[in-house]
């Protein structure tokens, strides 16, 4: 599976924003279908974004419909979230994670069809 690392967590005060990256070094993310994941201390992880190889499909969950954007840069080997409008329960873990799919218009709404994970970055929402 490719290797992938995320990037540009922190801390922001309600109201604000964050942008985070995920990269894959040597690696490359065009066959995968790509999520964003968070797990808040006590919660279970949940899915929060995803989108499919060409870019032409997204998901969201419901509590960040509006405020959260999915996007990739196959050439660049990178996926972002744009995260705006920051609430303090949007504070978790983010975890960029990337599926196969054979198919281009693949979207995968379930943790058990991503196999590669980063580390997680940290975001942090005060109120």
């Known amino acids: 599976q490719v290797q992938l690392v995320e990037s540009g967590g922190g801390s922001v005060q309600a109201g604000g924003s964050l942008g985070l990256s995920c990269g894959a070094p040597g690696g490359s993310i065009m066959i995968y279908v790509m999520g964003w994941f968070r797990q808040a201390p006590g919660k279970e992880r949940e899915l929060v974004a995803s989108?499919?190889?060409?870019?032409?499909?997204?998901w969201y969950t419901d509590s960040v419909k509006g405020r959260f954007t999915i996007s990739r840069d196959n050439a660049q080997n990178a996926l972002y979230l744009q995260m705006n409008d920051l609430k303090p329960e949007d504070t978790a873990v983010y975890y960029c994670?990337?599926?196969?799919?054979?198919?281009?218009?693949?979207?995968?709404?379930?943790?058990?069809?991503?196999?590669?994970w980063g580390q997680g970055t940290q975001v942090t929402v005060s109120s």
């Open positions: 989108i499919n190889k060409r870019s032409t499909s997204t």
């Open positions: 994670a990337g599926g196969r799919a054979f198919y281009h218009d693949t979207v995968y709404t379930h943790s058990r069809n991503y196999a590669a």
